[in-house]
């Protein structure tokens, strides 16, 4: 079974700009969870969406957003970058998300450089 | 909100030595998973624990989860190179996402 993947890789915009973000998860994974994760603040959870509706948001500004298609695929897109939002994003996928408590496979990220 | 921190942030050991990080939760957890994540890497899956008081052991790893389900630690015997990297644990409240601690970087020294 492949994994959880995730493009680009490696993104680097400047200030102002907006970028969109994808994940595909496992087949058969309906729960998508992004994340994001910097040196200082450590993994911060974004959002969940299950069945293409979001189920839980953490606390980001309405910069950040997401939608999950039919196939489960997800997408985050956030608005006018800031410099803090240099990060590396993480989306990880389980069969039920958190409904079941299920193990999470995380992706292996995209690195974002907002300059 | 719900909080998890662990301790402590670093840890640095000489091959063979021992390793203990802990978790403490702000609020009763329905259960905790732990990860890994490699330096470069992304975070991965080692184990979830469920029971009250739940012990379970993974080759040299010993993970256990408190009797009031709000503190957990990943107890590692005798560390090898390979087990650097970072250390998060995760709770989990029923019905809610769940939120990583800061995590524990090991590093092993040869």
């Known amino acids: 079974k492949a994994g959880v993947t995730q493009t680009p890789r490696y993104l680097i915009k400047t200030r102002g700009q907006q970028v969109t973000l994808s994940c595909s998860p496992i087949?058969?994974?309906?729960?998508v969870s992004w994340y994001q994760q910097t040196p200082g603040q450590g993994l911060q959870f974004l959002f969940e969406y299950f069945s293409e509706t979001q189920r839980n948001k953490g606390n980001f500004p309405g910069r950040f957003s997401g939608r999950q298609f039919s196939n489960s695929r997800s997408e985050m897109n956030v608005s006018t970058l800031e410099l803090g939002d240099s990060a590396l994003y993480l989306c990880?996928?389980?069969?039920?998300?958190?409904?079941?408590?299920?193990?999470?496979?995380f992706g292996p990220g995209t690195r974002l450089t907002v300059l | 909100g719900q909080q998890v921190m662990q301790i402590p942030q670093y840890q640095h050991v000489q091959e063979g030595e021992d390793f203990t990080t802990y978790c403490n939760s702000s609020t009763t957890l329905s259960n905790i998973q732990w990860y890994k994540q490699r330096p470069g890497g992304h975070p991965v899956f080692l184990i979830q624990l469920v029971k009250s008081g739940e012990v379970k052991k993974q080759k040299r790893l010993t993970f256990q989860f408190g009797e009031a389900k709000k503190n957990s630690s990943l107890h590692i015997t005798a560390t090898q190179t390979t087990d650097v990297g970072t250390y998060f644990c995760a709770g989990i409240v029923y019905g809610q996402n769940f939120v990583f601690g800061p995590g524990t970087r090991l590093s092993v020294l040869p």
């Open positions: 990880a996928s389980s069969l039920e998300g958190r409904e079941a408590t299920d193990t999470q496979y």
């Open positions: 087949s058969g994974h309906r729960s």
